[in-house]
């Protein structure tokens, strides 16, 4: 059975991600969807639990994918988890350069895992968590780039934050 794993951190799931969890399900046996946990070096908006229940709203009708969150290198993570595949997402040549390194190191790390590449369709070759958190925080209209079932909790995050800030 080839069971791939989809790590990110999807803060928040863009209609991007989501096409590349749909178009994984149809190549692959099982996909595990690998929300990454708490980082130094990123400044998530939504929790680990927050970002995992977005996806699984977001999935459900997908018999053969899960969700699940990690700590640690995915490597190490994948191969206790039976996986020889992890999945990227690439929007454009900028992101090769630093997925290229990152599978390099990944393969180097574990030579069973293989890395696969799976170019996102065009309309979302823009799209990014970050670029939709840009929008959010300035009032912006984010509705063609995020699934329905989560828009109201970016609302509701943003809200939180500017009441935040004024405090």
Not at 49 to 56: A, G, H, L, S, V
Not at 73 to 87: E, K, M, N, P, Y
């Amino acid at each position: 059975m080839a069971l791939a794993i989809y790590p990110g951190s999807f803060d928040p799931v863009t209609l991007g991600h989501l096409d590349i969890i749909f178009r994984s399900s149809k190549v692959f046996d099982k996909v595990i969807v690998a929300v990454s946990g708490e980082s130094r070096s990123k400044n998530f908006w939504f929790s680990e639990i927050e970002r995992c229940d977005f996806i699984t709203r977001c999935i459900h009708h997908m018999k053969n994918v899960e969700v699940r969150a990690f700590e640690g290198l995915i490597t190490d993570w994948a191969a206790a988890a039976g996986a020889s595949v992890l999945v990227r997402g690439l929007r454009a040549v900028s992101d090769f350069e630093y997925e290229l390194k990152m599978a390099s190191m990944n393969r180097r790390l574990n030579p069973e895992i293989e890395t696969v590449f799976m170019m996102t369709r065009t309309k979302y070759s823009f799209l990014s968590s970050s670029m939709v958190k840009e929008i959010a925080s300035y009032d912006g209209q984010v509705e063609k780039f995020v699934p329905a079932k989560i828009l109201d909790d970016i609302k509701k995050k943003q809200e939180e934050r500017k009441n935040s800030d004024l405090s």
